[in-house]
C-alpha cells in the first residue's frame, strides 16, 4: 500500500487550464480528494489569484492564451516562497515541458492523466513545499542561539530612545515601537527583551506582513490534531512558543483587520483556542509591537481596531531614522565590519566620511546592504570610494585640481520634513531600482514578503 505524503494543513491548488471542459473536470476530480482548488482559464487571471491568496501547488498547462504557461513559470520563479509547479502537457509539447524543468518546475504529466496519479504528484509536490517551511519554522526556533545583536549609537536621538527602553523593560506594560523601515526595531525589541524580568524565556520575533492570510490563525494559536485535513498532530503556535517571555509583532500595522479582533482577546485575557480546539489555552507573555506605519491614521481610517492600538500603546518608544543621528555611522560601520567580517575588515576615512554624508532613507539596512556589497567588490582590501555605489559617490566626488579653488558653499538648508510613507515609497523605489525592478530580491532587501511589495507598488502606480 502507498503512503502519501503528508501535510498539516489543507493542500491549496490552483488549476490554470484554458480547456474550460478540461479544466471543469479536473477540478470536480480534486475537490472530491479533499482538495482546496481554485482554477484560471488564463496566465493572467492565475497571476491575480496568486497575487492574493498562498497555494501550494500550481497545476499549469503550457498552451495557454495570451501569456504562455513558461512566461508565467518565469514570473512565479522570482518569488521568494513560490508554489510547487507541476506541468500538464500533451506529447507534442514534450520539448517544452523539460524546458519548464530547468526553469524550477517540480515535476510535469502528460494530459490527460488519471486522478490517482495527479493525486500522489500534487501531495508529493506539496509535501515539498511544506518541508520548505519547515525548514523556515526550526531556524526561526533556533534564532535565539545566534549571536546576540546589540543596539549601537551614542547620538542623543537615540540614547534617548535607549533610555525610555531601560526604564519600561522591567515592567509588564506592552511596548510599541515606532519606526522607519530600516531603523532597527528588532534590534530594539531583543535589547528590551535581554534587559528585562522575562530574560530567560524565549523571544519569539513575528513578521506579521509575511503571514498569509488563511494562515494568520493556526500560525499564531496553533492547532489540534484533526483540526482539518492533514493535521495528524497538535502543533503549538506562536503564543505558546513565547511562554515566559517576549512576542515581538513586526509590521502590526500590515495584520488583516478580521484577524485583529483574535489578537485583542489574546492581549486582554491571555488566552485562546487552537484550531480544532475547544479548551481555552492561558499563555504568559510579554508583547512588544512595531509598526512604520502611523496607526492613528489607520484607525481613523478604518483600517486598524482602535481597542486594540490602545492595547497595544501602553508605552511608545519613537527609534529616529539614521537621517537624524548621523553622528552614529561610523560606530554603526565599525560594528559591521566588526562583527559580521572580523577585525581585519576596514574602511578608509574618504569612504567613511562619504557614508557620513548619505540621507540613508532606508536607514541601517540599506547601510549594512551598501557595505555588505562593499566588502564583496573589496576582496579584502580596504572599503574605498571605488568599491561604493555610483549613486553614493558622486555627491562625494573631490574637486578636479585643475580646475580653480571656489569658495565654500554655504550649508544646504535641511531637508523639509516629510510623511513616513513618502520616506517608505523613495526607498522602495530606490531599492528595487538597485536590484534593476526584481520584485523577489527587492523583497528580500526590504524585509518584506512578495506580497505585500506588490500591494505597495500598485499603490504607488508601479505595477
Known amino acids: 500500500?502507498?503512503?502519501?505524503?503528508?501535510?498539516?494543513?489543507?493542500?491549496?491548488?490552483?488549476?490554470?487550464?484554458?480547456?474550460?471542459?478540461?479544466?471543469?473536470?479536473?477540478?470536480?476530480?480534486?475537490?472530491?480528494?479533499n482538495f482546496v482548488v481554485k482554477s484560471a482559464g488564463s496566465a493572467e487571471r492565475a497571476q491575480q489569484y496568486a497575487g492574493k491568496e498562498e497555494f501550494d501547488v500550481i497545476?499549469?498547462?503550457?498552451?495557454?492564451?495570451?501569456?504562455?504557461?513558461?512566461?508565467?513559470?518565469?514570473?512565479?520563479?522570482?518569488?521568494?516562497?513560490?508554489p510547487q509547479v507541476i506541468i500538464m502537457t500533451g506529447e507534442a509539447r514534450f520539448e517544452k515541458a523539460v524546458q519548464?524543468?530547468?526553469l524550477g518546475a517540480y515535476d510535469y504529466i502528460v494530459k490527460p492523466a488519471e486522478t490517482d496519479v495527479l493525486e500522489v504528484r500534487i501531495r508529493q509536490?506539496?509535501?515539498?513545499?511544506?518541508?520548505?517551511?519547515e525548514v523556515t519554522r526550526l531556524q526561526f526556533l533556533l534564532a535565539e542561539r545566534s549571536p546576540v545583536v546589540t543596539p549601537v549609537g551614542k547620538s542623543p536621538a537615540y540614547q534617548?530612545?535607549?533610555?525610555?527602553?531601560?526604564?519600561?523593560a522591567p515592567t509588564e506594560t506592552p511596548i510599541l515601537l515606532l519606526s522607519e523601515t530600516g531603523s532597527g526595531k528588532e534590534v530594539m525589541a531583543q535589547y528590551i527583551h535581554r534587559i528585562s524580568l522575562r530574560?530567560?524565556?524565549?523571544?519569539?520575533?513575528?513578521n506579521c506582513a509575511a503571514i498569509p492570510e488563511n494562515l494568520m490563525e493556526s500560525e499564531f494559536f496553533g492547532y489540534e490534531a484533526g483540526a482539518f485535513t492533514g493535521a495528524t498532530k497538535r502543533r503549538p503556535g506562536y503564543f505558546e512558543m513565547a511562554e515566559g517571555g517576549t512576542i515581538f509583532l513586526d509590521e502590526i500595522g500590515e495584520m488583516d483587520l478580521g484577524f485583529q479582533s483574535k489578537l485583542l482577546r489574546v492581549v486582554e485575557t491571555g488566552t485562546f483556542y487552537r484550531v480544532g480546539g475547544t479548551k481555552p489555552v492561558k499563555v504568559d507573555f510579554r508583547i512588544i509591537s512595531a509598526t512604520n506605519r502611523d496607526l492613528l491614521k489607520e484607525v481613523n481610517e478604518g483600517r486598524f481596531r482602535a481597542d486594540l492600538y490602545y492595547r497595544l500603546q501602553g508605552f511608545d518608544i519613537r527609534i529616529p531614522p539614521l537621517r537624524e543621528r548621523r553622528e552614529d555611522i561610523p560606530f554603526l560601520v565599525e560594528h559591521f565590519l566588526g562583527s559580521r567580517h572580523g577585525?581585519?575588515?576596514?574602511?578608509?576615512?574618504?569612504?567613511?566620511?562619504?557614508?557620513?554624508?548619505e540621507p540613508w532613507p532606508g536607514n541601517i539596512r540599506e547601510l549594512f546592504n551598501v557595505l555588505e556589497k562593499a566588502l564583496i567588490m573589496a576582496q579584502g582590501e580596504p572599503v574605498s570610494l571605488d568599491h561604493l555605489p555610483v549613486e553614493i559617490t558622486q555627491a562625494c566626488a573631490p574637486v578636479s585640481e585643475q580646475e580653480p579653488e571656489q569658495?565654500?558653499?554655504?550649508?544646504?538648508?535641511?531637508?523639509?520634513?516629510?510623511?513616513?510613507?513618502?520616506?517608505?515609497?523613495?526607498?522602495?523605489?530606490?531599492?528595487?531600482?538597485?536590484?534593476?525592478?526584481?520584485?523577489?530580491?527587492?523583497?528580500?532587501?526590504?524585509?518584506?514578503?512578495?506580497?505585500?511589495?506588490?500591494?505597495?507598488?500598485?499603490?504607488?502606480?508601479r505595477t
Request: charged share 30%.
Open 199 to 206: 530574560r530567560d524565556g524565549p523571544f519569539v520575533a513575528i
Open 160 to 168: 534617548k530612545a535607549l533610555t525610555l527602553a531601560q526604564m519600561v
Open 407 to 461: 569658495p565654500p558653499e554655504p550649508e544646504p538648508a535641511p531637508p523639509p520634513t516629510r510623511s513616513l510613507a513618502e520616506v517608505e515609497k523613495e526607498y522602495i523605489l530606490r531599492v528595487l531600482e538597485h536590484e534593476g525592478g526584481h520584485q523577489g530580491r527587492a523583497a528580500s532587501v526590504l524585509g518584506i514578503s512578495p506580497r505585500t511589495l506588490y500591494r505597495k507598488l500598485k499603490e504607488y502606480g
Open 125 to 133: 509536490a506539496a509535501q515539498k513545499r511544506h518541508l520548505m517551511r
Open 343 to 357: 577585525t581585519s575588515a576596514k574602511i578608509t576615512p574618504e569612504a567613511l566620511e562619504c557614508l557620513t554624508k
Open 59 to 82: 497545476l499549469l498547462d503550457l498552451g495557454l492564451p495570451g501569456m504562455d504557461g513558461l512566461g508565467f513559470l518565469k514570473q512565479l520563479s522570482e518569488e521568494l516562497s513560490p
Open 1 to 33: 500500500m502507498n503512503h502519501l505524503p503528508k501535510i498539516d494543513r489543507p493542500i491549496r491548488v490552483l488549476l490554470v487550464e484554458d480547456d474550460a471542459g478540461l479544466r471543469k473536470a479536473v477540478q470536480k476530480e480534486l475537490v472530491g480528494r
Open 100 to 102: 519548464a524543468l530547468r
